[in-house]
């Protein structure tokens, strides 16, 4: 008897435990991302440019009023992660169309972010 009445308390605090702060998270708090009906994929356009994973692109769509952001995260062989959308020669190509609207030439080396 002594161990039911023990488990139905601490079945009780638990539940009470959680309502409490289930409670007290704010409006916003338990929606989180869901209150926003855009998601920019690969941080959005710049000029006409999509899937840029440029840092413009986030900065200029941001302004806009987006705020929820994919992005496209992959490993250079020496294992760093950069903001990219592909590898291809086709996703070369598109540094040249892209220069005028990022407001720089295409990199012989990536800039890295530290973690």
Same mark, same amino acid.
């Given at each position: 008897?002594?161990? !039911?009445?023990?488990?139905?308390?601490?079945?009780?605090? $638990?539940? @009470?435990?959680? +309502?409490?702060?289930?409670?007290?998270?704010?409006?916003? @708090?338990?929606? @989180? +991302?869901? #209150?926003?009906?855009? !998601?920019?994929?690969?941080?959005?356009? !710049?000029?006409?440019?999509?899937? $840029?994973? %440029?840092?413009?692109?986030?900065?200029?769509?941001?302004?806009? @009023?987006? &705020?929820?952001?994919? !992005?496209? +995260? /992959?490993?250079?062989?020496? &294992?760093?992660?950069?903001? &990219?959308?592909? *590898? $291809? %020669? #086709?996703?070369?190509?598109? *540094?040249?169309?892209?220069?005028?609207?990022?407001? &720089?030439?295409?990199?012989?080396?990536?800039? /890295? /972010?530290?973690?």
């Amino acid at each position: 008897m002594k161990r !039911i009445a023990a488990v139905l308390t601490l079945l009780l605090v $638990t539940v @009470g435990t959680l +309502f409490l702060a289930h409670d007290s998270q704010s409006e916003e @708090g338990r929606d @989180g +991302f869901a #209150n926003y009906r855009l !998601i920019a994929h690969a941080m959005g356009s !710049i000029r006409e440019q999509p899937y $840029t994973n %440029a840092y413009e692109a986030m900065i200029a769509n941001y302004e806009k @009023g987006t &705020r929820v952001f994919e !992005i496209d +995260f /992959m490993l250079t062989s020496n &294992r760093v992660a950069v903001a &990219r959308h592909e *590898w $291809t %020669a #086709n996703r070369a190509k598109c *540094w040249d169309r892209m220069k005028s609207c990022l407001n &720089r030439s295409r990199p012989e080396r990536l800039p /890295m /972010m530290s973690l």
